[in-house]
């Protein structure tokens, strides 16, 4: 769920959030095929199935990476929603900049700062 590049604006970082909550719509949207399974697996089990034992161990595998993707988008989210944080920050900070630069020019016996 990593992401190849590094966004480096507000634009780009929300653009990468706005992909990553799709990837979230599509995890949901699989949920019902998750839960399916898993009650299949269960049913099998509860039937006596003789490869119970095989059964037992796919479908724990089958929770465990339905967790860690889970936890993964849930990392990713916070990562990314960090970076749209840090990219308004900048943006902010140096339209101010300019902002306090451009004004100093109009302050009587004030010169710019470097």
């Given amino acids: 769920m990593a992401s190849a590049a590094v966004a480096r604006t507000a634009a780009a970082a929300q653009a990468q959030r706005a992909h ?3 990837l979230r719509a599509e995890i949901d949207a699989r949920d ?5 399974a898993v009650q299949r697996a269960q049913q099998l089990l509860d039937d006596g199935h003789p ?3 095989e059964i037992s161990e ?5 929770l465990e990476e339905r ?7 849930a990392a ?3 990562a990314l929603d960090q970076l749209h ?3 308004c920050f900048l943006r902010d900070s140096k339209q101010l900049h300019e902002l306090c630069a451009a004004q100093q020019f109009t302050l009587p016996g004030l010169r710019p700062s470097p």
Wanted: hydrophobic share 50%; net charge negative.
């Fill in 58 to 62: 796919k479908c724990e595998a089958l």
């Fill in 85 to 87: 944080d840090l990219h």
């Fill in 32 to 36: 019902d095929a998750f839960r399916a």
């Fill in 20 to 22: 990553h909550d799709a």
């Fill in 67 to 73: 967790a860690a993707l889970h936890e993964a988008w």
């Fill in 76 to 78: 990713r989210q916070v």
């Fill in 51 to 53: 490869a119970a034992q």
